[in-house]
């Protein structure tokens, strides 16, 4: 679905290997600051249930009021929806 919306290989290894992607071709040549921002934010919310400060006004940076609050509700709603595949045990459909 991804490389159909445009997503080219590399940057999708980039973003599964994040935040621990490769130094040499680096997520800040990957990833733009907009997708480096997104994917901080993410992190946070789901490990924290909050975002720090400095991450929230980076990802201000890219997103307006209504979409602040559109991220924030997807990203929970897709950890909710993991949170019950994960419970139920419901097997992958093209696991790795």
């Known amino acids: 679905m991804a490389r159909q919306q445009g997503l080219d290989p590399n940057t999708q290894a980039t ?3 994040w935040p621990n992607a ?3 071709d680096g997520p800040q040549k990957v990833l733009s600051g907009r ?3 997104l994917l901080q934010a ?3 919310l789901i490990k924290d249930r909050t975002i720090a400060a400095a991450t929230w006004e980076r990802l201000a940076s890219h997103l307006d009021r209504r979409q602040l609050i559109e991220f924030c509700l997807l990203a929970t709603q897709y950890d909710g929806l993991a949170a019950t595949i ?3 045990e419901i097997p992958l459909d093209n696991p790795r």
């Open 42 to 44: 993410t992190d946070e």
């Open 22 to 24: 490769a130094r040499g």
């Open 35 to 37: 997708q480096q921002a």
């Open 15 to 17: 973003i599964f290997a």
């Open 86 to 88: 994960t419970a139920l």
